[in-house]
């Protein structure tokens, strides 16, 4: 992948259970949702997914190797945040 840098955007790497994915956001949640909904589309009902997320702010990372730049988010909630909410009650039950 090979892109001009936009200031006004920021790249995030997502990952989950046996996939990845890199996608422009504002933040790390956001980040956690459009990737979520990305792999959704392509893998739809055959899309593993573990209890959490990792995501990395690459843009900031790159500037600074903090750790506020690496989150782990709850799949749950970006399962909800995006709307699927019985697939969300039912990992969270796990």
């Known amino acids: 992948m090979f892109k001009d840098i936009d200031p006004k955007s920021k790249t995030f790497y997502s990952c989950c259970s046996d996939w990845e994915s890199v996608v422009k956001s504002d ?9 979520l909904e990305e792999a959704f ?3 739809g009902k055959n899309l593993n997914l573990s209890k959490s997320m990792i995501t990395i702010n690459l843009t900031d990372f790159l500037e600074n190797f903090d ?3 690496v989150k782990i988010l709850k799949t749950h909630e970006i399962l909800a945040n ?10 969270k039950q796990i």
Do not use: D, M, P, T
């Open 41 to 43: 589309q392509f893998k």
């Open 82 to 91: 995006i709307g699927k909410y019985k697939l969300s009650k039912q990992l």
């Open 67 to 69: 750790q506020e730049n």
């Open 27 to 35: 933040n790390h949640k956001e980040a956690a949702s459009l990737s």
